[in-house]
């Protein structure tokens, strides 16, 4: 169950589930594969839980400019 960040939070950034699916899993592939992190602290031992925090945060978004996600 995702409790941190609130799924609430989540939408106040990106504007629909399946974007902030989509945004949450391609940032955790670059943190897996070895992406600089983009905060000092994180709540999740697990990537996908920090892409979700750096999502909260904003300091990951959405490229308006970009196609796609992948």
């Known amino acids: 169950m995702l409790l941190y960040p609130s799924v609430d939070k989540l939408l106040e950034r990106v504007d629909s589930r399946y974007s902030l699916i989509m945004l949450a899993s391609k940032r955790a592939h670059e943190l897996d594969a070895g992406a600089k992190p983009l905060l000092e ?5 697990k990537t996908i839980g920090r ?3 750096e999502i909260v945060a904003g300091k990951v978004i959405i490229d308006p400019d970009e196609d796609d996600l992948d």
């Open 41 to 45: 602290h994180y709540d999740s031992p």
């Open 51 to 53: 892409a979700l925090e």
